[in-house]
């Protein structure tokens, strides 16, 4: 008689982290969707569109996007529902329910600025598990 050994996967680090922020409402997620959405805006929207728009603040479910012109912030109001979608499945969860376009320059996120805040997020997560 044979029996049949289990097999198990191990999983990267990367992976880890990535199934525990996928679906966790906490501040650490939060800011772990957020810089995703910001680090892989041109492979979510495609490169014309990611090239004249970036995504610059995200406020209880509301995302907004700066457009780099008046007729551009017009065209992409036609294409706001689908841009959402693709935003969600990317995602993969209803993370955003709105958005709204500014031509506000001043706040576009800078990488290092969004990888900052993403280290604060973890330090306090990390400070609040060994404080326990």
Known sequence: ???KRETSRL????EVL???FQNSKDEL???FKRWKLWQYWPQIVGKTMSSRSTPVSFYKGTLYIW?????RLQEMTFMIKPIRE???????SNYVRSIRLTLDRKSVPHSQKDMNDLQ??????????SHK
């Open 86 to 92: 693709k935003i969600n499945k990317y995602l993969g």
């Open 120 to 129: 604060e997020a973890l330090q306090k997560v990390i400070l609040g598990i």
């Open 18 to 20: 990535h199934s525990l």
């Open 11 to 14: 999983y990267s680090a990367n």
């Open 1 to 3: 008689m044979s029996k």
């Open 29 to 31: 997620a939060v800011q």
């Open 67 to 71: 457009v780099d012109s008046s007729v």
